[in-house]
């Protein structure tokens, strides 16, 4: 079977930094629903239309077609007692970007902490990065109604979210 929209399908892949660096790998093939469900990068939906089972696809994303260009007003400083006792680096926290109209909540990471202040970045680790996502096809089958319905493919137990 080809890939096309309203399928499913599995693949191993591989992500890569513009210096060749790997950032991500799978050994365990991924699945997506296939047709403008945004359950992968758009660019990469689209060099895998028409792909079997086996094949492979590299593709190179900018910034724009993966994570987005780096925000630096997304990088605030707050007062060390708006956090936990207990706040490192690495550390994440749901919150709304300062000034903002908007009711999305960005993820937010611990980047620095000193006895006054911490400082927390909303962007992802990847944005403003060039990555190549490399990828093997390994299963391609029909989505399931219910898939369909959803928008994202349900695993062989049934519907989790």
């Known amino acids: 079977m080809k890939i096309a929209k309203d399928s499913v399908v599995s693949l191993r892949y591989e992500l890569f930094d513009s210096e060749g660096e790997l950032l991500e790998k799978v050994e365990e093939p991924v699945s997506y629903l296939h047709g403008g469900y945004d359950g ?8 895998l239309h028409g792909k079997n089972v086996g ?9 724009d077609d993966a994570f987005g260009e780096y925000d630096h007003q997304l990088v605030e400083v707050e007062a060390r007692s708006a956090f936990p006792e207990e706040v ?10 300062d000034n903002s109209e908007d009711e999305d909540f960005l993820l937010y990471t611990v980047v620095d902490v000193t006895d006054d202040e911490v400082t927390v970045d909303g962007n992802h680790p990847l944005a403003g990065k060039t990555l190549s996502f490399n990828c093997t096809v390994t299963g391609v089958r029909p989505a399931t109604e219910e898939e369909l319905v ?3 493919v349900h695993d062989e137990g049934g519907h989790l979210h």
Not at 40 to 47: D, Q, S, Y
Not at 88 to 97: D, N
């Open 88 to 97: 490192a680096v690495g550390m994440q926290f749901e919150g709304a970007p």
């Open 55 to 63: 094949d492979q696809c590299s593709v190179t994303l900018q910034p």
């Open 150 to 152: 959803h928008g994202h």
């Open 40 to 47: 992968i990068f758009p660019l990469v939906e689209e060099a």
